[in-house]
Nanobody, 124 residues
Framework: QVQLVESGGGLVQAGGSLRLSCAAS????????MGWFRQAPGKERELVAT????????YYADSVKGRFTISRDNAKNTVYLQMNSLKPEDTAVYYC?????????????????WGQGTQVTVSS
């Protein structure tokens, strides 16, 4: 079993930056692909970014490409989401996700573990 704990959310003005962190329990973190999803009020949860087990392969949703960066530190069992040039439409609860496979994934159907979520609010 893997537990995921997100941190780093908050309130920021448009154009600002935030860095989310997700700390994972368990020895197998280094063999899991990881990802970030988000869910805005009244909308379905959507994929933001995913990263493979080594960090050498990443995928981004078109809406965040060029602004967000996903990374991981396997020595610290942590995955990060650096969010720059934030927009009001980025406002959502952001969820960390883990998949018991090494390759990147593109759907929440592939997720084995979820974090509890952290709120990101971007004011205009």
């Amino acid at each position: 079993q893997v537990q995921l704990v997100e941190s780093g959310g908050g309130l920021v003005q448009a154009g600002g930056s935030l860095r989310l962190s997700c700390a994972a329990s368990g020895r197998a973190f280094g063999t899991y692909a990881m990802g970030w999803f988000r869910q805005a009020p009244g909308k379905e949860r959507e994929l933001v970014a995913t990263i493979n087990w080594t960090g050498g392969s990443t995928y981004y949703a078109d809406s965040v490409k060029g602004r967000f960066t996903i990374s991981r530190d396997n020595a610290k069992n942590t995955v990060y989401l650096q969010m720059n040039s934030l927009k009001p439409e980025d406002t959502a609860v952001y969820y960390c996700a883990a998949r018991r496979e090494i390759g990147i994934f593109f759907s929440q159907d592939k997720v084995n573990y979820w974090g509890q979520g952290t709120q990101v609010t971007v004011s205009s």
